[in-house]
């Protein structure tokens, strides 16, 4: 997989960097914990420009999570209760817990996009909530473009600083990324098993 990313971002320069943190904000298949440490290694052989690089992961990661809030405000908090209802089971989510998360974006909407545009597992689902209350767009813009750029500017500054040493990076990231995309599912199915709707 790292090799694949390398090869991506070496090809696509810029916009690779940018293509791959859209496509993973949409739908994780490569995680950011992958494609930004070898963007900052390329950018250590002076092929790219460190602070370029980070901005077209934070833009393509903007990009993305702005696709999902205007996919949730679109559909609009009332008409997102009907779904609830019928796949609440597949979702691991009921009526009552949406609520909740309604009282907490109303208190500390802000603060809970800024950080959790920092979470693996909750970058790209943190946009949704945003959308679906209808979280005013600056304000969301603001925090989790803010969120993200902490997030990527670490992640591209750790394989800056190893600069060279790829094939030990890619002695880490392979079974990183691995491991990344295995958590979400086995949190997922954990779910699965575990939710009870409220009673």
Known sequence: MSDFVFRWIEQGGYLGVFALMF????FPPI??????????VIAARGEMSLPLVIASGTAGAMAGSMVWYAIAKALGYA????LVDRFGRWLTLDWPEVEKVHRLFDKHGATIVFLGRML????????????LLKMPFLTFVIWSTIGSA?????LTLAGWVLGNQFSEIEKVLGP????VIASIVL???????TWRPAA
């Open 23 to 26: 496509l993973e904000t949409i």
């Open 31 to 40: 995680p950011s914990e992958v494609i930004m440490p070898l963007a900052g």
């Open 79 to 82: 008409r997102f209760r009907p």
């Open 120 to 131: 693996p597992q909750v970058r790209s689902l943190v946009s949704i909530p945003a959308g």
């Open 150 to 154: 902490i997030w990527t500017t670490g």
């Open 176 to 179: 990183l990324s691995l491991a």
């Open 187 to 193: 949190y997922y199915f954990y779910r699965l098993a």
